[in-house]
């Protein structure tokens, strides 16, 4: 190629790149306006969103603070009893009353319950009924006073001509003595006496408990301001009486009659 026609061809890219660059220029200005609107409206869209989201997280908020709890959510976050305030609390109770509540945890363990007539138990204080079979049970509502030798001694010699396949449950909110434990382990004859102490009470219900099972207790503000020990026995406390004689009202001991302590109720 000689250098005339390499000058004609310079000459013509030449003259064709001068045509042709405002075109070019023209496209690439084009299409860089058309991606920054397009990115200017993909902005404004997640601004949107997001002022969109910031009010409705106030207003949730509000309506989460406005929201009446149900009874559901305040039996739900009402604290649980302690082992010790549980046991308080049992213990307020009435003898009489403490038997229905141990007659009801025996129910929600297959068995068939029934307190016996206060004044005239023999030392039976509830009979279980499962499966034919029938078992018995004596309640001590003690708060100091360890279960003795001779209460479970007095409570086998209720039973055991009566026991055929059955158990004996002496039940207490208290301990029972090491002679107790002794007399049913090495003097029973093979018969099933069965001791449950404070400890093994609690762990009963809280078996229940996890179950979802709760028998509910009389609600005693103040147990402890409330509740005054009997000076005799020391296993019940003093309760309020009346007379049938329009006597005025006199302390008597929670645990009659088994204790027959009174005391005049000061002015």
């Known amino acids: ?5 390499v000058g004609t061809v310079v000459i013509f890219c030449s003259i064709t790149w001068i045509i042709a660059s405002p075109l070019v ?14 990115l200017e409206e993909l902005s404004q869209k997640k601004t949107t969103a997001a002022d969109a989201q910031s009010i409705k997280k106030p207003i949730a908020e509000n309506a989460q603070l406005d929201k009446k709890p149900t009874a559901d959510d305040i039996s ?5 009893l302690s082992d010790h305030e549980l046991l308080t609390k049992i213990r307020s109770m009435s003898p009489y009353n ?15 319950a029934a307190t016996t007539p206060y004044k005239r138990d023999g030392g ?22 360890i279960v003795k030798v001779s209460e479970v001694r007095d ?6 001509d009566h026991l055929h396949g059955g158990e004996a449950f002496f ?8 002679d107790a434990r002794k007399f049913v382990k090495y003097s029973t004859n093979g018969n099933r006496i069965r001791l449950i102490d404070n400890t093994g009470l609690l762990t009963i219900i809280r078996v229940l408990e996890s179950k979802g099972i709760v028998i509910p207790i009389p609600d005693i503000s103040d147990i402890s301001q409330k509740i005054k020990p009997c000076p005799r026995c020391r296993g019940g406390h003093l309760v309020i ?14 645990n009659y009659p088994e204790c027959h302590y009174m005391q005049k109720i000061d002015s």
Do not use: W
């Open 1 to 5: 190629m000689d250098s005339y026609t």
């Open 25 to 38: 220029i023209f496209h690439y200005r084009k299409l860089y306006l058309t991606a920054s609107r397009e």
């Open 76 to 80: 739900n976050s009402a604290t649980p």
């Open 98 to 112: 403490f038997e229905k509540y141990i007659a009801q945890l025996f129910e929600h363990f297959g068995y068939s």
């Open 124 to 145: 039976i204080d509830i009979v279980l009924y499962k499966n034919g079979v029938q078992s018995y049970v004596q309640c001590k509502k003690y708060i100091k006073q």
């Open 155 to 160: 409570f086998y010699g209720a039973v055991v």
């Open 171 to 178: 039940v207490t909110t208290n301990i029972f003595s090491s």
């Open 241 to 254: 009486r009346h007379s049938k004689n329009n006597h005025p009202p006199f302390y008597g001991c929670s």
